[in-house]
């Protein structure tokens, strides 16, 4: 398939240069090798980006367009997105190195169907009449905020640039995305069909760069009104830091440290399935990744055995091979550090059951890692790794299942696995997190919120939810006496 990249920052509806003429190098992380050379935003550039994006929002074509027709351009981008999918999932497959059947059947259908769920909210944001003080009409608007810049990470970078973009347009703001270093390309072909579906020029911008510098010039800005992150805990905080400088609202997609608990009672085969999936799809790179496992001790070694058999048919290969269920990891840095994390385990005294080796081969692979006896205090079962890296710990009880499963700073999400419906429930209420799956994991939807508790961050992506970070409520009062 002939691709056609996009590798110029998108502002003011123009793909141009960054303004001291900088680029950066994007690889393909399955060879090691360069993929394209793209336009670095800097401080320069993120100004005149938010300046766009600024005069857009105030612009008679934003400001009068009918928000059914925020709602059309949205559906109209979603029909552009579906009629270049291949193209969109193959550019994404290249960037990030996971295999072509996920972006192809998970996160581009996904990206088009956020698109599409939003595209309907857009002339439903409406506002409320109230019984105010006798002689007085009092109602509330449900404004857009103005411009939002959105950051977001590697690891689904259309998906969720998407989960960010299609609400905030919906909800009438305009847009500066910073993609992730690592993987700006597909960002840039949707700024591309953005354009083509008729987005006023400035509506949405998009500008790749690095992390402090076009990252941080955008949290900075003072003509920026929200910053919507996605990715590490601790940038997250650097992020809060700076935005209360212009006290800027700021929703936060962090880390996780999921735990996956199973019972006996389970049916097993399922969990077996759920839980291998849960941790080693996307290459364990997923915020919601089931990182720690908890079987229940009467079940421990035969559950362990079916995982590792399991374990090692995640076979680690050439992303657009229809075997592979592996893919490369997203950078050599990204590689450096599961390893390092496989040598804590090992050297903090866990027991290696399988994988955790770097593939011969170029690019930057590694065989799923599956570790038993590890202790909570461990660093395997504290700190994110985002790879494939299973820790197995067992529980007694159920009291013993929440207690272990919230020993941690994270809150993202967690998975239940039992046949016992008050056992189900009694788990899904006692885990502080913002997701809990019962006999499934990972599954995501449109409709459905998805966000931390705890150091995983605060506000909403995805269903009604987010609309509240993307608007503000103003109220009116007019006096009729
Ligand atoms: P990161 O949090 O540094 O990067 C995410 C995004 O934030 C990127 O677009 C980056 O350019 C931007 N960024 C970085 N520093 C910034 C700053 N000071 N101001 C504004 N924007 C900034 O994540 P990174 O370095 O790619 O990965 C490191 C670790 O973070 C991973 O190993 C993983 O544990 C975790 N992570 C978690 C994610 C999640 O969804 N929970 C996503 C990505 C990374
Ligand atoms: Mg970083």
Redesign the pocket.
């Known amino acids: 398939m002939d691709i056609q990249l996009q590798t110029q920052l998108f502002i003011d509806g123009q793909f141009v240069d960054s303004a001291n003429g900088s680029t950066f190098e994007v690889e393909n992380p399955a060879e090691a090798a360069a993929l394209a050379s793209v336009a670095e935003a800097k401080e320069a550039d993120i100004d005149r980006a938010v300046r766009a994006a600024r005069a857009a929002f105030d612009s008679d074509a934003w400001q009068r367009l009918p928000a059914r027709e925020r709602g059309r351009l949205l559906h109209r981008l979603a029909d552009l997105a579906e009629a270049d999918i291949d193209a969109l999932a193959r550019i994404e497959t290249l960037q990030n190195g996971k295999p072509y059947f996920e972006s192809r059947h998970i996160d581009l259908p996904e990206a088009i169907a956020v698109l599409r769920y939003y595209a309907g909210w857009a002339d439903k944001i409406q506002g409320e009449t109230l019984p105010a003080a006798d002689g007085m009409f009092n109602d509330t608007r449900r404004e857009p905020l103005g411009v939002v810049g959105a950051?977001?990470?590697?690891?689904f970078p259309l998906l969720l640039a998407v989960w960010k973009i299609a609400p905030a347009l919906a909800c009438g703001n305009t847009v500066v995305l910073?993609?992730?270093?690592?993987t700006p390309l597909t960002a840039l072909k949707l700024a591309e069909l953005a354009a083509r579906a008729g987005f006023p020029a400035g509506a949405i911008n998009v500008v790749p760069g690095?992390?402090?510098s076009a990252?941080?010039a955008?949290?900075r800005h003072p003509g920026v009104d929200k910053i919507a992150?996605?990715?590490?805990t601790?940038?997250g905080r650097?992020?809060m830091r700076?935005a209360s400088e212009s006290l800027k609202p700021v929703s936060l997609?962090?880390?996780?440290k999921s735990p996956n608990i199973v019972f006996a009672d389970a049916d097993l085969k399922a969990a077996v399935r759920g839980v291998t999936t849960g941790i080693f799809y996307g290459k364990g790179e997923v915020?919601a990744a089931g990182s720690r496992l908890f079987v229940e001790a009467g079940i421990h070694d035969e559950f362990m055995e079916q995982i590792v058999d399991r374990a090692r048919k995640m076979t680690p290969g050439d992303p657009f091979d229809k075997g592979t269920r592996l893919g490369a990891l997203v950078s050599k840095q990204?590689l450096d550090?599961v390893l390092h994390y496989v040598q804590a385990g090992v050297s903090e005294g866990a027991e290696l059951l399988t994988g955790g080796v770097r593939v011969d081969r170029p690019g930057y692979f590694v065989e799923a890692a599956v570790f038993d006896k590890v202790k909570p205090e461990m660093t395997i079962a504290q700190e994110?790794?985002?790879g494939p890296v299973l820790a197995g710990l067992t529980f007694e009880d159920v009291d013993q299942a929440i207690a272990l499963g919230n020993q941690t700073i994270y809150g993202l999400a967690a998975g239940v696995w039992t046949r016992d419906i008050k056992k189900a429930h009694r788990v899904a209420h006692g885990l502080r997190a913002g997701t809990v799956w019962v006999n499934t994991f990972n599954r995501y939807d449109p409709t459905t919120p998805f966000g931390g508790y705890k150091q995983s961050g605060f506000g909403r992506d995805l269903g009604m939810h987010a609309l509240d970070g993307y608007t503000q409520v103003k109220s009116v009062w007019i006096d009729l006496s």
């Open positions: 950051i977001v990470p590697w690891n910073k993609p992730a270093e690592e690095f992390g402090p990252g941080g955008l949290v992150f996605t990715g590490s601790e940038v650097e992020i700076a997609e962090l880390g996780g915020c990204q550090r994110e790794i985002f």
